[in-house]
T-cell receptor
Framework: AQKVTQAQTEISVVEKEDVTLDCVYETRDTTYYLFWYKQPPSGELVFLIRRNSFDEQNEISGRYSWNFQKSTSSFNFTITASQVVDSAVYFCALTFSGGYQKVTFGTGTKLQVIP | DSGVTQTPKHLITATGQRVTLRCSPRSGDLSVYWYQQSLDQGLQFLIQYYNGEERAKGNILERFSAQQFPDLHSELNLSSLELGDSALYFC?????????????FGPGTRLTVL
């Protein structure tokens, strides 16, 4: 069975602070995919990143960076110099290779960036 | 704008009723997914279709059913509605429906059951 845990329910930071959102996953599969999605107040989920289990390189995209560590089954997301527009609910998700399979989402972390 | 459209945006109905939610995927996407987002259950995968055929099933109740039509749009039918069915229902689409495909989400349909 697959499971995604986002232990941080809500985080508040002051604008320009760095913030890390944690994601811990469980799966017995050796090939799997991890995702992060953003759900702004408007409601629509937006894809941020995908990582497969064989690629442990960290990724940076502007102010966003992701740290994938198989040893600890974690796929953490860091926002550098946070901005008010980053305020949203962020979901970590997991799926595994082989046919057509469902995606398992974490419960989400609500990030509030205070100006 | 993801390119995925959902109608209606809001739906208010009574217990025991039946409703149909509609989704049009992005142009070129063959797979459609349905999700339910509620405060107590979080974001739950319901069902996936690929090119008209059911491909994966999640936590979908027997009172719920879905289908994908030849033009690739999809409908989610919810019947014998209960108060607990009140939620935001999302449709998403992807190119092939593979696990590694990025999913594009629609704006959702907010269902309120009174």
């Amino acid at each position: 069975a697959q499971k995604v845990t986002q232990a941080q329910t809500e985080i508040s930071v002051v604008e320009k602070e760095d913030v890390t959102l944690d994601c811990v996953y469980e799966t017995r599969d050796t090939t799997y995919y991890l995702f992060w999605y953003k759900q702004p107040p408007s409601g629509e989920l937006v894809f941020l990143i995908r990582r497969n289990s064989f690629d442990e390189q960290n990724e940076i995209s502007g102010r966003y960076s992701w740290n994938f560590q198989k040893s600890t089954s974690s796929f953490n997301f860091t926002i550098t110099a946070s901005q008010v527009v980053d305020s949203a609910v962020y979901f970590c998700a997991l799926t595994f290779s082989g046919g057509y399979q469902k995606v398992t989402f974490g419960t989400g972390t609500k990030l509030q960036v205070i100006p | 704008d993801s390119g995925v459209t959902q109608t209606p945006k809001h739906l208010i109905t009574a217990t025991g009723q039946r409703v149909t939610l509609r989704c049009s995927p992005r142009s070129g996407d063959l797979s459609v997914y349905w999700y339910q987002q509620s405060l107590d259950q979080g974001l739950q995968f319901l069902i996936q279709y690929y090119n008209g055929e059911e491909r994966a099933k999640g936590n979908i109740l027997e009172r719920f059913s879905a289908q994908q039509f030849p033009d690739l749009h999809s409908e989610l039918n919810l019947s014998s509605l209960e108060l607990g069915d009140s939620a935001l229902y999302f449709c998403a689409s992807s190119v092939e429906g593979r696990p590694y495909n990025e999913q594009f989400f629609g704006p959702g349909t907010r269902l309120t059951v009174l």
